[in-house]
Every structure is written in C-alpha cells, then in structure tokens.
C-alpha cells in the first residue's frame, strides 16, 4: 500500500520560508516522479511544483523562483522548500504521484502565510 506522509506545516509571516517534506513508502520511490499540490479554501486542488526521476523540476508560474522542489532518494523522501510566502500561499499541501495509472495523495499539512 502506496504511503505519503507530509509534514512541516504551520503559520509562518509573509516573507518567511518553510521547508515541508514528504515520506513515501511501500513503492520504489527512485523511480517515480512526484508532484506537491495545494488547495486554498473554497478553490480547486492546483498543481504546485514536480521533480522527476531524473530529478529534473517544473514549477507552477504562480511559485516559480519563491519554492524549490527536491528530492533525497536515499530517504525516500521529497521536499518543498517555500520562500518569500505570501498570504495566498495559505493552503493544504498535498504530496502526490502516480503510479501505473493510479493517483495517490498524502493527507496534506497545512501552511498558514498571516500576520
């Protein structure tokens, strides 16, 4: 059974950086890409930013040079790294990827960007 685990979550100030991760296990992570979403209160779920197995990364125009994507493949294990955040950066963060045709999802952690 497919397993993500976000974490890392919180309130932080505008401006202020974040770093959340994703556990994954039960497959074989190295060869899989993987995605992070987010989904603000009464919007859609939106694609954020993804890493490939090659580790090559493609960002959502909305967080481009702000959020880094990386993955450590030694741990199993991949990351958003969230800088210069914004008020409209609040949402659930969601961990993802897709295997075989199936979409998997973590639980999500939430980040709150608030004065």
């Known amino acids: 059974q497919v397993q993500l685990v976000e974490s890392g979550g919180g ?57 880094t994507i990386s993955r450590d493949n030694a741990k199993n294990t991949v990351y958003l790294q969230m800088n210069s955040l914004k008020p409209v950066d609040t949402a659930v963060y969601y961990c993802n990827t897709v295997i075989f045709g199936s979409t998997y999802w973590g639980q999500g952690t939430q980040v709150t960007v608030s004065s």
Request: glycine letters at 10%; one cysteine or more.
């Open 11 to 67: 309130l932080v100030q505008p401006g202020g950086s974040l770093r959340l991760s994703c556990a994954a296990s039960e497959f074989r992570f190295s060869m899989y890409a993987m995605a992070w979403y987010r989904q603000a209160p009464g919007k859609q779920r939106e694609f954020v930013a993804l890493i490939t197995s090659g580790g090559i990364s493609n960002y959502a125009d909305s967080v481009k040079g702000r959020f």
